[in-house]
């Protein structure tokens, strides 16, 4: 009995002896990839960010205020530098991985690598969302100019933060956050600005409408 107790506790441990020693080469393996890769990743982390600093990217959406948002500093060179180094890594954790024999975490790692184009286009279009936003804002003031200031002022916010929204629910969309729901909401808020809009000129420009209304009359009769 204790032969026999002695024996499968033996073979168990060599088993287990023999698969930790032919794991160890796949383990070695898998961990010089993803150093190559962690070493690729910083260089086209350095690459991405020298080049866009390069061309002045901060520089030039600088001129819309892109730079900015609620008062703290946006750096798009440095989150797109980022978005390509970890997107390195990640392909590079891919065959770590198949040589750890970690196939469920590889399958997630596979539908993040899927997901990593909706995510770039994302921050490029919110990138140049914000850019529209601003300049919308300058030319909404810059043509209403001649109402006065404070109309030309609220007239550009109107602009500016209705391209915002709009910008916003395209980024959501690219992401794929709840498209259903945005699908909604976003028809639930021109809904709501139609009804407001009408609302609004129905029961404050009563003389308007009705001077309009008025001179139109006038010109078909005459």
Known sequence: MINDLSTAVSSAILKSLAAFINFVPAFIGGLIILIVGLVIAAVVYRVVFGLLKMVQLEKFLARYGVTKLEGKDIEWSEILAELGRWTI???????????????????????????????IVAVIVAMVGLAFSRLGYRVARSASQSLGKHVSNTVGLVAEWSIIVFVAFLVLHQLGVAQELLRILFAGLVAMLALAGGLAFGLGGQGTARTLLEALMDKFKK
């Open 89 to 119: 890594i990640i392909v590079f954790l891919v065959p770590t991985l198949q040589a750890w024999r970690l196939d469920a975490v590889n399958t997630v790692l596979n539908r993040v690598i899927l997901y990593i184009p909706n995510v």
